[in-house]
């Protein structure tokens, strides 16, 4: 079975950091693009951030700009996310999903995608 499992999630106080992982399964993560999306109560799913095949591109939404960081590792199929000084705006389900290319990192890029891992970011 092909899918992505998005995990690393929780509860974070604003300030804090915490590493989402997404992991292949049933599929060579290497031959695909990532991108990590979020989708927050009653607004659309937006771009967070987005890598090549190898990890020579990567691209950031304006909002998370030097406070996240997109990395991968092939040999393990898995790619991470880490997001540090955290918000409260940053509240939301985040997924990530396989693209050709990293391409604008925008939700009707991608196609196969994992379910998702709530992040909240509350005091």
């Known amino acids: 079975q092909l899918q992505l499992v998005e995990s690393g999630g929780g509860l974070v106080q604003p300030g804090g950091s915490l590493r989402l992982s997404c992991a292949a399964s049933?599929?060579?993560?290497?031959?695909?693009?990532i991108g990590w999306f979020r989708q927050a109560p009653g607004k659309e799913r937006e771009g967070v951030s987005c890598?090549?095949?190898?990890?020579?591109?990567?691209k950031y939404a304006d909002s998370v700009k030097g406070r996240f960081t997109i990395s991968r590792d092939n040999a393990k199929n898995t790619v991470y996310l880490q997001m540090n000084s955290l918000k409260p705006e940053d509240t939301a389900v985040y997924y990530c999903?396989?693209?050709?290319?990293?391409?604008?990192?925008?939700?009707?890029?991608?196609?196969?995608w994992g379910q998702g891992t709530q992040v909240t970011v509350s005091s």
């Open positions: 999903a396989t693209a050709p290319v990293p391409g604008s990192c925008t939700p009707h890029e991608y196609g196969k």
């Open positions: 049933g599929f060579i993560l290497r031959d695909y693009a």
């Open positions: 890598i090549s095949r190898f990890g020579g591109t990567t």
